[in-house]
């Protein structure tokens, strides 16, 4: 069974930038079809902020495209999300994820329920 680890964020300022990793142990991320990212904002629910598959289709909610990108690095077992242009309405803890049984496409990417493996997470405030 994989487990996850979230680190990377912190306190930036608005438009600034934060590089989140995720890195996985107990498995390798090869192993899994997907791998996501998830936002939750205070009183709120999890948001699908981005999704890359193991043949590298990536997929983004409206909200941040153009500003973050996801990654994998396999070497490193890593998954990384860089967040570009941040705004205060990005302030949530981050969680990463992982869809190991070919769920997740275009239609459903953004759905936490596709998604069986789930980090801890880590909070990012963009405040001035």
């Known amino acids: 069974q994989v487990q996850l680890v979230e680190s990377g964020g912190g306190l930036v300022q608005p438009g600034g930038s934060l590089r989140l990793s995720c890195a996985a142990s107990?498995?390798?991320?090869?192993?899994?079809?997907?791998s996501g990212w998830f936002r939750q904002a205070l009183g709120k629910g999890h948001e699908g902020v981005s999704s890359?598959?193991?043949?590298?289709?990536?997929y983004y909610a409206d909200s941040v495209k153009g500003r973050f990108t996801i990654s994998r690095d396999s070497a490193k077992n890593t998954v990384y999300l860089q967040m570009n242009s941040l705004k205060p309405e990005d302030t949530a803890v981050y969680y990463c994820?992982?869809?190991?049984?070919?769920?997740?496409?275009?239609?459903?990417?953004?759905?936490?329920?596709?998604?069986?493996?789930w980090g801890l997470g880590t909070q990012v405030t963009v405040s001035s």
């Open positions: 107990g498995s390798t991320l090869n192993s899994y079809y997907a």
């Open positions: 994820a992982i869809d190991p049984f070919n769920f997740v496409d275009s239609t459903n990417w953004y759905h936490p329920q596709w998604y069986d493996y």
């Open positions: 890359i598959t193991n043949d590298g289709t990536t």
